[in-house]
């Protein structure tokens, strides 16, 4: 089994990262192979919208850092993307790497990629409600279907005010979980 990891999170050791660590070495622990993606440190740029993965290629045709992880999503098993909420939604980081994978896709939206991949998105926010941005997950869950992706799992991270910081310990528990689940 191979898991790729996207980090989209400008912190390295930031509450979504930490979360996908706890998923991948349980993952790794079992001898998972696992790749890890840190995109701040990436050089790239969105998707152009130039539409030659439609017609002229079947992947896509800038070629900058994430031409590479592009690729190792193709022939990933699971693909682990894991981000902060930033003003409702993913990191930049992340969507630009989202919208780079409608390479993915064919001009009558048919999947490239081989069926049966399994996505699980982390997500962190600094907002103890959990009703906020609660639409996040469903509307990338969409694209991740139209790619094939046949399994999908939720963890979410939500700050305490209380505290005055994000409680781990449950998203913890649930990357241990799912990394097992993923495992069988």
Known sequence: MK???ILGSPREEGNSAKIAARLCDAAEAKGVSVTKYFLNKLKYIGCQSCMACKDKSEICVIKDDLTEVLSEVKSADVVVLASPIFFGDVSGQMKCFIDRTYSYLTLDYKSRLAPG???VMILSQ???DKKHFADVF????EFFKWNGFNESHLIRAFYDNEK???PLDEPYRQ???IAAKLMK
């Open 175 to 177: 990357a241990e979980e």
């Open 117 to 119: 991949k399994k996505v």
């Open 3 to 5: 898991i790729v990891c």
């Open 126 to 128: 600094g907002d103890a």
């Open 138 to 141: 469903c509307r990338y869950n």
């Open 164 to 166: 005055k910081s994000t």
